[in-house]
């Protein structure tokens, strides 16, 4: 059975005192975030923010949130060890763009959706017998597609033009 990271009985250090090669006291401050029987966990985390560090961060938290704060710890560590540069952020960035791409993919697609329903209502004539109320105004719809076609091209190009030059619009 475990207890704060050890075996109960037994004098294994925690994961961070086996790492600094230090004796494990009762009251260790890593004992319960960091087992013995993960010691990659520590390991990632100390070569990033350093033992210190860590330390000064898990005594000066509330008394519930310490093992948030490991967790999160431990995320970024390992991510800046796959990735130096932007750690964490790079799946965020990552992402975002997946978003964007995605989001200029459909306002494609709905303005290809206006442009097809304007042709699928063409105009069939423009005499004014032809524009009668009774006759379902085709040319009218006509109209209303051209005009939703232009609106939907219109904010493909806002979206654009905003994705190059995000402090001009």
């Not at 994961?15 to 004992?31: E, P």
């Not at 013995?36 to 990033?48: G, I, L």
């Not at 560590?77 to 964490?88: F, I, S, T």
């Not at 105009?123 to 719809?141: D, H, I, L, R, V």
Request: glycine share 6%; with cysteine; proline share 8%.
């Amino acid at each position: 059975m475990k207890e704060n990271g050890r075996k109960q009985g037994a004098a294994s250090p925690c994961a961070a005192c086996k790492l600094l090669r230090r004796r494990c006291a009762q009251d260790c401050v890593f004992a319960p975030y960091f087992p013995a029987d993960e010691p990659q966990k520590f390991a990632s985390v100390h070569k990033v923010f350093g033992a210190s560090n860590v330390n000064k961060m898990l005594q000066e938290l509330p008394v519930h949130q310490p093992g948030d704060a490991v967790s999160s710890m431990v995320y970024e560590a390992n991510a800046r060890v796959r990735d130096p540069v932007y750690g964490c952020v790079g799946p965020m960035s990552s992402l975002l763009l997946q978003i964007d791409v995605l989001q200029t993919e459909l306002a494609r697609a709905k303005a290809e959706v206006v442009y097809m329903q304007m042709h699928q209502f063409p105009s069939m004539s423009t005499s004014p017998a032809n524009n009668s109320p009774e006759n379902g105004s085709p040319s009218s719809a006509g109209r209303l597609a051209l005009l939703l076609w232009g609106l939907a091209c219109f904010g493909l190009l806002l979206y654009t033009y905003s994705k190059f030059f995000p402090h001009s619009i």
